[in-house]
């Protein structure tokens, strides 16, 4: 069971970028899938969440109105599309998937984690 997520990157500010994140050994699509986020020297923070059939969406407030969470259960890959990127965006993503049947923001429950991907954001 693993999550490989990829597309991360250098991007100036204002740029965008889209990260995927494609698991394999087992289907994920029963799970909520998350993606959070770790810059360097502070705590790992929830940044987007979506439900098994993409009837839910929830975001952190810093990146709300700027990403965007999408996942295509048929190829077991979700999604994290960022736009508008500011400097503050810069960390290692994390996307993860949690047995249950809402959001949550808590990143206790989520019990698969892939292995992160670097995104920065030059100002």
């Known amino acids: 069971v693993q999550l490989q997520a990829s597309g991360g990157g250098l991007v100036q500010t204002g740029g965008y970028l889209r990260l995927s994140c494609a698991a394999s050994?087992?289907?994920?699509?029963?799970?909520?899938m998350g993606w959070f986020r770790q810059a360097p020297g502070k705590e790992r923070e929830f940044v987007a969440a979506?439900?098994?059939?993409?009837?839910?969406?929830g975001y952190a407030d810093s990146v709300k109105g700027r990403f965007t969470i999408s996942r295509d259960n048929a190829k077991n890959t979700v999604y994290l599309q960022m736009n508008s990127l500011k400097p503050e965006d810069t960390a290692v993503y994390y996307c993860?998937?949690?047995?249950?049947?809402?959001?949550?923001?808590?990143?206790?429950?989520?019990?698969?984690w892939g292995q992160g991907t670097l995104v920065t954001v030059s100002s």
């Open positions: 050994g087992r289907s994920f699509s029963r799970n909520v």
């Open positions: 979506i439900t098994w059939n993409s009837d839910s969406t």
């Open positions: 993860a998937a949690a047995a249950v049947r809402f959001i949550t923001v808590v990143g206790e429950s989520y019990d698969v």
